[in-house]
């Protein structure tokens, strides 16, 4: 088997173009979160907590040697910190729904067959002598 026909083989596997639909999406959902932390979460945050924007927040820790100020910016950090707990929220519900459509359905019992209430019937009679 030729590398071509093998990769060919890799490639079409369910569970490898189920991967890169998810990481395409995936990529497009981070996106998504991202504006929505940036731009309609943490503005209001920042504004109820005086009028703060988060990306700004830093502190000078130094300079380059170029004269360029080195920063520890915490701030994209909290805004990072927020992305994630929104994502990891978002995909846990979307499992907690898949993990419910798994479920199965509760069903009745199935009522014995006469062998099984007869054998019931013999077994419940020989517990009595």
């Known amino acids: ?55 700004d927040l830093a502190v000078q820790i130094g300079t380059s040697p170029k004269g360029a100020p080195v920063l520890f910016k915490y701030g994209a950090f909290i805004q990072t910190v927020f992305e994630f707990l929104i994502i990891a929220l978002a995909l846990f519900m979307v499992i907690k729904a898949i993990n419910r459509l798994k479920r199965p359905s509760p069903t009745l019992p199935v009522p014995p ?15 009595k002598r």
């Not at 067959?113 to 054998?119: D, G, P, W, Y």
């Open 1 to 55: 088997m030729g590398m071509a026909s093998e990769f060919k083989e890799f490639a079409m596997k369910g569970s490898v173009v189920d991967l890169a639909v998810g990481v395409v999406i995936g990529g497009a959902f981070g996106k998504i979160v991202n504006s929505l932390v940036a731009d309609v979460i943490m503005p209001p945050i920042g504004l109820a907590i005086g009028g703060v924007d988060f990306t």
């Open 113 to 127: 067959t006469k062998t099984e209430a007869l054998l019931q019937d013999i077994r419940d009679q020989l517990a």
